[in-house]
């Protein structure tokens, strides 16, 4: 039989509340032999930086249990499973309720009806207060045949019945209803991460114009449950953002946390309420509300999240603003210091974190060695965007990470390279419908500088495509790739022969 480390990897992920709660478990059985032994099975794997099946062997071989090794190991696997389904149940809505539905129908099996009418009182209640619609569902058909095996009046079996198959019509319509909000949710998600955050034309829009032109989305009415109109404010909002109208996505956000919504709508989860407050905090970071963004930012931090991947999440979403904030705010060096943590962070949490979220980590800190003049370092963390040829997302920052792989190897004297590039870069992105009148204005520009030496015509190139973008860029939502692309300000700091730093620090000073 194939080893597998599954049990490794499980121990490795577990916290130490996890891991007290399991040994606790375990303890409380003391006087099973056999129970001893797995204890010591997982304080072993506990202690392995690797997983090492011939030295847990070798430590035991002359107890019975090692012998079967594979049996030992898949029972402790189950086992610590177990252990985590109960210690989560208790802060989990949905796992209670399927518990307490096991018990009504367990008490409903023995006979024992009042006391299972009672559970279903209580679980009803949580399910309309939580509005979980599987439980109301299942809620609504546990009703219906308590009501046909206990009911003995004729007219009180009729208003029961009537009432039930009322609640399973409507429980069914917002499941139905959910549904359908989910199905736009995921095409508009797997929009996002595919073609990016920015749109560039108009053309770009119409990408999103099936969903947007969905009556679900237009009319917040139809949203007939909390999650439905959770979708429903995230896709209206988060497109208000996509198309560059940010006062409106900041008006709409900010009512929707000052008047309590959430708490109106229903509780939820604290990584939902991260994802909101980073959502704003890109908004404020686009308006320039430096103060409002780092103190969201501070929010965020604030929450103690307990799984892996909401952690990976939190870490992504805090560290993705907080570098965009400082890279506008010229503090490149604030983003290179935070670098080694960031490792840390990306090894803690490599296998949730979703790899859209990366490449724009990865991004902000090649823009960073940019902005400090390290060129070397620049170009190592673009090629870790360039070199993945499996991933087709982010297409935006993808398109980014090439033109600004276009100019720190510029900078970095690379001209013979540059030739090459600006053929690849015009293939790539017409293969993809995505060589905007902007990218043709850059390579046209690194065709000519890459064959003039003389000092005077190298000034007088980057001022004609200097003059070209602030025209362009007035005229045309492409003002959007300034959200990630300071180009202005590197080619003023060319014609004015000072650093970017420079440049782009004079700016914040006089604005």
């Given at each position: 039989?194939?080893?597998?480390?599954d049990?490794?990897?499980?121990?490795?992920?577990?916290?130490?509340?996890?891991k007290?709660?399991?040994?606790?478990?375990?303890?409380?059985?003391?006087?099973?032999?056999?129970?001893?032994?797995?204890l010591?099975?997982?304080?072993?794997?506990?202690?392995?930086?690797?997983?090492?099946?011939?030295?847990?062997?070798?430590?035991?071989?002359?107890?019975?249990?090692?012998?079967?090794?594979?049996?030992?190991?898949?029972?402790?696997?189950?086992y610590?499973?177990?252990?985590?389904?109960?210690?989560?149940?208790?802060?989990?809505?949905e796992?209670?309720?399927?518990?307490?539905?096991?018990?009504?129908?367990?008490?409903?099996?023995?006979?024992?009806?009042?006391?299972?009418?009672k559970?279903?009182?209580?679980?009803?209640?949580?399910?309309?207060?939580?509005?979980?619609?599987?439980?109301?569902?299942?809620?609504?058909?546990?009703?219906?045949?308590?009501?046909?095996?206990?009911?003995?009046?004729?007219?009180?079996?009729?208003?029961?019945?009537?009432?039930?198959?009322?609640?399973?019509?409507?429980?069914?319509?917002?499941?139905?209803?959910?549904?359908?909000?989910?199905?736009?949710?995921?095409?508009?998600?797997?929009?996002?991460?595919?073609?990016?955050?920015?749109?560039?034309?108009?053309?770009?829009?119409?990408?999103?114009?099936?969903?947007?032109?969905?009556q679900?989305?237009?009319?917040?009415?139809?949203?007939?449950?909390?999650?439905?109109?959770?979708?429903?404010?995230?896709?209206?909002?988060t497109?208000?953002?996509?198309?560059?109208?940010?006062?409106?996505?900041?008006?709409?956000?900010?009512?929707?946390?000052?008047?309590?919504?959430?708490?109106?709508?229903?509780?939820?989860?604290?990584?939902?309420?991260?994802?909101?407050?980073?959502?704003?905090?890109?908004?404020?970071?686009?308006?320039?509300?430096?103060?409002?963004?780092?103190?969201?930012?501070?929010?965020?931090?604030?929450?103690?999240?307990k799984?892996?991947?909401?952690?990976?999440?939190?870490?992504?979403?805090y560290?993705?603003?907080?570098?965009?904030?400082?890279?506008?705010?010229?503090?490149?060096?604030?983003?290179?210091?935070?670098?080694?943590?960031?490792?840390?962070?990306?090894?803690?949490?490599?296998?949730?974190?979703?790899?859209?979220?990366?490449?724009?980590?990865?991004?902000?800190?090649?823009?960073?060695?940019?902005?400090?003049g390290?060129?070397?370092?620049?170009?190592?963390w673009?090629?870790?965007?360039?070199n993945?040829?499996?991933?087709?997302?982010?297409?935006?920052?993808?398109?980014?990470?090439?033109?600004?792989?276009?100019?720190?190897?510029?900078?970095?004297?690379?001209?013979?390279?540059?030739?090459?590039?600006?053929?690849?870069?015009?293939?790539?992105?017409?293969?993809?419908?995505?060589?905007?009148?902007?990218?043709?204005?850059?390579?046209?520009?690194?065709?000519?500088?890459?064959?003039?030496?003389d000092?005077k015509?190298?000034?007088?190139?980057?001022?004609?495509?200097?003059?070209?973008?602030?025209?362009?860029?007035?005229?045309?939502?492409?003002?959007?790739?300034?959200?990630?692309?300071?180009?202005?300000?590197?080619?003023?700091?060319?014609?004015?022969?000072?650093?970017?730093?420079?440049?782009?620090?004079?700016?914040?000073?006089?604005h």
């Amino acid at each position: 039989m194939k080893t597998t480390n599954d049990l490794f990897v499980l121990i490795k992920s577990l916290s130490k509340s996890e891991k007290r709660y399991f040994r606790l478990s375990i303890l409380k059985k003391s006087n099973e032999q056999d129970h001893q032994n797995y204890l010591k099975l997982f304080d072993t794997i506990e202690r392995q930086s690797y997983y090492d099946e011939a030295e847990i062997i070798s430590k035991f071989e002359n107890q019975k249990f090692i012998k079967h090794i594979s049996s030992e190991k898949n029972y402790l696997y189950q086992y610590i499973l177990k252990t985590l389904h109960r210690y989560h149940s208790k802060s989990n809505n949905e796992v209670i309720m399927n518990n307490s539905l096991h018990y009504a129908e367990i008490l409903f099996q023995k006979g024992l009806f009042d006391q299972s009418k009672k559970i279903i009182r209580k679980s009803k209640k949580i399910a309309l207060e939580n509005d979980l619609i599987l439980q109301s569902v299942n809620i609504s058909k546990f009703n219906i045949s308590f009501s046909l095996q206990n009911e003995k009046k004729a007219k009180a079996l009729e208003r029961e019945l009537s009432e039930a198959i009322s609640n399973f019509k409507l429980a069914l319509e917002k499941l139905q209803n959910q549904f359908e909000y989910y199905e736009l949710y995921v095409d508009f998600l797997t929009l996002i991460r595919t073609e990016g955050e920015i749109f560039r034309t108009k053309r770009d829009l119409k990408k999103f114009k099936r969903i947007m032109n969905n009556q679900l989305i237009i009319d917040e009415t139809r949203a007939i449950s909390q999650e439905a109109k959770k979708i429903f404010f995230f896709i209206n909002q988060t497109y208000s953002f996509l198309k560059g109208d940010f006062d409106t996505a900041y008006l709409h956000y900010k009512k929707f946390l000052e008047d309590d919504y959430i708490d109106r709508a229903g509780r939820i989860e604290d990584i939902e309420k991260v994802r909101l407050l980073s959502n704003f905090c890109e908004i404020c970071i686009r308006l320039n509300k430096t103060n409002e963004a780092l103190s969201i930012l501070e929010d965020i931090q604030k929450f103690s999240l307990k799984s892996v991947l909401n952690k990976g999440k939190q870490f992504y979403r805090y560290y993705d603003n907080l570098f965009v904030i400082y890279n506008k705010q010229a503090q490149f060096e604030k983003v290179i210091k935070l670098t080694k943590e960031i490792d840390s962070g990306i090894e803690l949490y490599k296998d949730t974190i979703h790899k859209s979220k990366l490449i724009s980590i990865y991004y902000q800190i090649a823009y960073s060695y940019f902005g400090i003049g390290d060129y070397k370092q620049s170009i190592k963390w673009l090629n870790l965007i360039l070199n993945d040829s499996s991933s087709n997302l982010r297409k935006d920052i993808i398109c980014f990470s090439r033109i600004l792989f276009l100019i720190v190897n510029y900078e970095n004297n690379n001209l013979l390279f540059i030739e090459y590039l600006i053929k690849s870069n015009e293939y790539y992105f017409s293969s993809r419908n995505k060589l905007y009148d902007f990218e043709k204005k850059i390579f046209t520009f690194f065709k000519k500088i890459t064959t003039v030496s003389d000092e005077k015509k190298i000034i007088l190139l980057f001022t004609e495509l200097l003059n070209i973008l602030q025209k362009k860029s007035r005229q045309s939502i492409e003002i959007n790739i300034y959200a990630y692309l300071d180009i202005e300000s590197w080619i003023e700091s060319k014609i004015q022969k000072k650093q970017f730093i420079e440049v782009v620090k004079s700016k914040k000073i006089t604005h």
